[in-house]
């Protein structure tokens, strides 16, 4: 029986019009398969294409104003459309713009609500729209743009033992809030509050949120404007502190000068041991006075006392001292001086020409001493190392230089002279004479001279 089948299968296929109708029918099939895909595809349908951005073109007047739209990237649209699956499939933001309308009449800061429209561009024209733009309109912020940047302030509420100073500093000083304009402007101050505690004599850390301030002092929520930073970590660093006498370093001043003042006249400071233990006789000097600044009257003048090198004053409501000293009690005198001393220069070498220099100098003493000197018991001296160099003659294009000599580079100006007229700017030095020490020389002088060089 099987051989049968196969001979009846064999006489099947050797049969040439048999092969024929199962090409033709094969053939068919797949004709018939291929046209319903193709009818599928070539059907319209509809696909909706989402998260387009949407373009807010201002006009000239307003970006020439420095206005800007809010946020304009975030702002997206959706749109309806129509074709056959191949040319809506592959259909992206590339090839449709979702624009707002009326956009161009904005000139000025404020809200506005926009109707958007969408259009094709690009090579892909084979769809259609269907319906209006999700959403029809959208509101949108028009203002300048802006950075504000703001100190850091603590109002944190330290705690530290008896005995100890609250040493606190922030990790950042000040903060860049970028944005709008209407509300960057409107933060004032940036502070950092709460409570930070040492309860022994180790440094604590601690991060804080910065907090945003409006002139009323009232918390703003930046909603679109940026700041640098958010938070600041605070570091508290407790100090042992020492009560100590304030002082001042005097230079230039005469014997026995009148008791200087200075208020407050103490203060609590704080700072590592070694430095209180440093202080010698409790005195801690927060400056310098020179009587070369004074004249006979009573003179005042006030120094920061925040922080003095590396003391902290623990007294936050004391910020300046005020030094005062009564000179009322003594007179003046004025000399013109016409004869210099030079030093630092080779007189054998060099010609000098103070060019008939006259300076006239002020001196203040006691009215019996004062009223005994000359002219001739003031000692000026020119200390030629310190010039300031002014001369036409220093280069090939006639330019001026000015300069402080070291020794080295004073060695090479005299050597580079030669046949030149230098012309140097230098201070002079006054001293008096013995017998005149409860007196003192008032003001900074100078003098020009010439320099050349000897044949």
């Not at 090409?23 to 291929?34: E, K, R, V």
Request: aromatic fraction near 6%.
């Amino acid at each position: 029986m099987k051989k049968n089948k196969n001979s009846f299968i064999s006489v099947l296929l050797s049969n040439n019009l048999v092969l024929f109708c199962v090409s033709l029918f094969i053939a068919f099939g797949i004709w018939f398969i291929t046209s319903s895909l193709d009818t599928a595809s070539n059907a319209d349908t509809n696909s909706v294409i989402s998260n387009l951005p949407v373009t807010i073109t201002l006009s000239e007047e307003a970006n020439k104003a420095g206005l800007k739209v809010i946020d304009a990237d975030k702002i997206k649209a959706s749109v309806e459309v129509s074709g056959n699956r191949l040319s809506i499939g592959s259909l992206s933001s590339e090839d449709i713009e979702v624009y707002a309308l009326d956009s161009t009449s904005i000139n000025a800061p404020g809200n506005y609500t926009l109707d958007l429209m969408a259009k094709k561009k690009g090579v892909k024209q084979n769809y259609n729209f269907v319906g209006d733009v999700s959403p029809k309109s959208v509101s949108v912020r028009v203002d300048k743009m802006m950075s504000l940047d703001r100190n850091i302030e603590s109002e944190l509420v330290c705690k530290v033992n008896k005995g100890y100073y609250a040493n606190t500093a922030l990790s950042e000083t000040k903060v860049t809030i970028s944005g709008p304009q209407e509300e960057v402007s409107k933060v004032n101050r940036v502070v950092v509050r709460g409570i930070l505690e040492s309860k022994s004599t180790s440094e604590v850390k601690q991060d804080f949120e910065l907090i945003f301030l409006d002139q009323n002092d009232n918390p703003i929520t930046l909603t679109l404007a940026e700041p640098s930073i958010t938070q600041v970590t605070a570091t508290l660093k407790p100090l042992p502190t020492k009560k100590v006498k304030l002082g001042v370093e005097v230079v230039n001043a005469p014997k026995d000068y009148p008791k200087i003042k200075i208020e407050p006249s103490e203060i609590e400071i704080a700072a590592e041991k070694e430095k209180l233990d440093a202080l010698k006789g409790n005195v801690l000097n927060i400056g310098t006075i020179d009587f070369s600044e004074f004249l006979n009257k009573k003179e005042t003048v006030e120094f920061d006392i925040l922080v003095i090198g590396e003391y902290e004053n623990t007294n936050k409501n004391a910020k300046r001292a005020k030094v005062s000293i009564d000179l009322s009690d003594y007179s003046t005198k004025m000399f013109t001086i016409d004869s210099y001393v030079s030093q630092n220069i080779d007189l054998d070498k060099y010609n000098i020409d103070y060019n008939n220099a006259k300076t006239t100098v002020t001196i203040c003493g006691p009215e019996d001493t004062i009223s005994k000197m000359k002219a001739s018991d003031v000692i000026s001296k020119v200390d030629f190392m310190q010039h300031e160099e002014n001369s036409d003659n220093s280069g090939k294009d006639g330019n001026k230089s000015s300069s402080k000599s070291s020794e080295g580079e004073y060695q090479q100006s005299l050597e580079n002279i030669g046949n030149k007229e230098m012309t140097w700017e230098l201070p002079v030095t006054l001293e008096l004479k013995k017998g005149y020490e409860d007196c003192w020389i008032y003001g900074k002088y100078k003098i020009t001279a010439t320099v050349t060089k000897k044949k």
